[in-house]
C-alpha cells in the first residue's frame, strides 16, 4: 500500500534548525501535490507548506521566511527546512500527498523547541 515515511523530527533549541523529509512509495510521486502540516496539542492540524507537482510553493504566514519546501522527484522524497525554530512551531509534523480525489498521510514526526 501506499506510504509516507516522514523522519527528521526531534527536540532543538529556539533559534536552530531541523530538516524534515518524507519518503513516499507505491505513488506515481512527480504528479502529487506534497504538504507538511502540523499539530500542536489541543490545535487543530494546520498546513504549513506546500508544494506543486510544477514546484510552485506557498506558505503559511506564520512559517513565511523561515521554512522551505522542497521536493527530489528522483528520490520522491519531500523536504521541509525549517530554521530561526519558535516555541510555537512545536507540533506533530505530518506529510501529506494529494491528487484529485486521492490523498495519503503520513504517520507524523514529533518537532519540539525547547530552551
Known amino acids: 500500500q501506499v506510504q509516507l515515511v516522514e523522519s527528521g523530527g526531534g527536540l532543538v533549541q529556539p533559534g536552530r534548525s531541523l530538516r524534515l523529509s518524507c519518503v513516499a512509495s507505491?505513488?506515481?510521486?512527480?504528479?502529487?501535490?506534497m504538504d507538511w502540516y502540523r499539530q500542536a496539542p489541543g490545535e487543530q492540524r494546520e498546513q504549513v507548506a506546500t508544494i506543486t507537482s510544477g514546484g510552485s510553493t506557498n506558505y503559511a504566514d506564520s512559517v513565511k521566511g523561515r521554512f522551505t519546501i522542497s521536493r527530489d522527484n528522483a528520490k520522491n522524497t519531500v523536504t521541509l527546512q525549517m530554521n530561526s525554530l519558535k516555541l510555537e512551531d512545536t507540533a506533530v509534523y505530518y506529510c501529506?500527498?494529494?491528487?484529485?480525489?486521492?490523498?495519503?498521510w503520513g504517520q507524523g514526526t514529533q518537532v519540539t523547541v525547547s530552551s
Open positions: 501529506h500527498a494529494r491528487r484529485g480525489i486521492m490523498e495519503y
Open positions: 507505491r505513488i506515481p510521486f512527480a504528479i502529487y501535490a
